[in-house]
């Protein structure tokens, strides 16, 4: 998504907030001033004020001297306030205002709150992690170990087959993972590419060397090489509610737990194709049992069970067909089929 587009949301969420304040509902337990400190993310601080914390973007007041108040930093501080009876969230820079020079004074981006977690997150949101039935079957791939190992970690040399050119200097290293399918259709959305680290090029030639500078798992003969990306992630999100009637389901959870929790990362089977963007956050249903009715007795009679809410995520990174997400809130078990569904 480009910084033109984000900056577009935020301001829409901006404006909205004079049209939806209304129907804000509080945290009973609310302060009514707080003070931001460092670890602090904006969904945090919001769910002190807010009921629904995501809404954050509908009370938010836009000060004149702020050039941009979705960035906000340890010591600000944020009060509540009430405009004709509607709630507003304002922002006071916490450091001193010192003329030192004609220059402005600029904060650090990387000092800025982040929107949800992102130490949960950041190995998503710069690699292809979800490609073609193709594209890791033609990667060039880890052939040996360099110390013959069996397997091989951040330090050690790899060999790799198929690099073409010098060109790229840098490569991630994938492991194939099986495919996304849809539960309701059996259409495969797309195949899974499970990052295991990157490395960089020491000798080009076939095979090539290349040294593990950082690995998240062990990796392995067979193992895929791309090109490492260079695009600076998004770390700063704008949570919003899909179309009315949006509804999917959970069809992938990130290394393979039986139960999903809080800030797990979950796969859903909605995409770009099918309006999914980066931001949307949807309520889970734990998918209801069906079971048998006892007390009738007739052998035939089975019956489903409401489905159950049983959290709250928000989307972090979309691909074409499935859409990556983070459990933010998870009142009860949330399984893989559990279905997700606009606020």
């Given at each position: 998504?480009?910084?033109?587009k984000l900056?577009?949301?935020v301001?829409?969420a ?5 049209v939806y ?7 009973p ?7 931001v ?6 969904w ?8 629904d914390?995501w809404l954050?973007?509908?009370v938010?007041?836009v ?14 501080i944020l009060?509540?306030?009430?405009i004709?009876?509607k ?8 450091y001193?205002t010192?003329?030192?020079?004609p ?30 039935k193709d594209t890791l ?5 880890i052939?040996?170990?360099?110390g ?19 060109d790229e ?6 492991r194939?993972?099986g495919p996304y ?7 495969i959305?797309?195949y899974?590419?499970i990052?295991v680290g ?5 000798r ?7 040294l ?11 193992d895929?090489m ?16 899909p ?14 737990v039986t139960?999903?929790?809080q800030?797990?990362?979950v796969?859903?089977?909605r995409?770009e194709?099918?309006g999914?963007?980066?931001?949307h956050?949807?309520k889970?249903f ?15 009679n ?10 709250l995520l ?7 067909r ?7 809130k998870a ?5 893989v ?7």
């Open positions: 998504m480009s910084i033109k900056l577009g949301m301001t829409a901006l404006i909205a907030g004079s304040a209304a129907d804000i509902v509080l945290n337990t609310h302060p009514d001033r707080y003070v400190v460092k670890g602090d993310t904006l945090d601080i919001s769910s002190r004020f807010l009921r914390p954050w973007p509908e938010w007041y000060n004149p001297q702020i050039a941009n108040p979705h960035l906000i930093y340890p010591g600000d009060t509540l306030v009430y004709d009876g709630p507003q969230l304002r922002l006071q820079r916490g001193p010192v003329k030192l020079s220059h402005a004074r600029v904060q650090p981006l990387d000092r800025a709150i982040p929107t949800i977690p992102i130490d949960a997150i950041k190995q998503f949101l710069t690699r292809p992690l979800v490609v073609d079957k033609k990667a060039p791939y052939v040996a170990s360099a013959e190992h069996i397997v091989s970690g951040a330090g050690d040399r790899v060999y790799v087959r198929g690099i073409q050119g010098e200097g840098l490569y991630d290293a994938f194939p993972g399918i849809d539960p309701d259709t059996g259409e959305l797309g899974e590419a990052y990157t490395s960089a090029v020491q080009f030639g076939d095979p090539a060397t290349l593990l500078t950082e690995t998240t798992r062990e990796a392995r003969v067979g895929r791309l090109p490492a990306m260079k695009t600076a992630p998004i770390t700063h999100f704008t949570p919003h509610a179309d009315s009637g949006t509804e999917g389901r959970i069809i992938s959870v990130y290394d393979g139960q999903i929790g800030f797990d990362v796969v859903l089977n995409g194709a099918d999914m963007e980066i931001g956050v949807m889970i734990q998918a209801g049992r069906e079971i048998k009715d006892t007390v009738d007795g007739r052998i035939s089975r019956v489903k069970l409401p489905d159950e809410e049983a959290g928000m989307v972090f990174r979309t691909f074409d499935v859409s990556f997400a983070l459990v933010m009142s009860q078990a949330i399984h089929l559990d279905y997700v569904r606009a606020p």
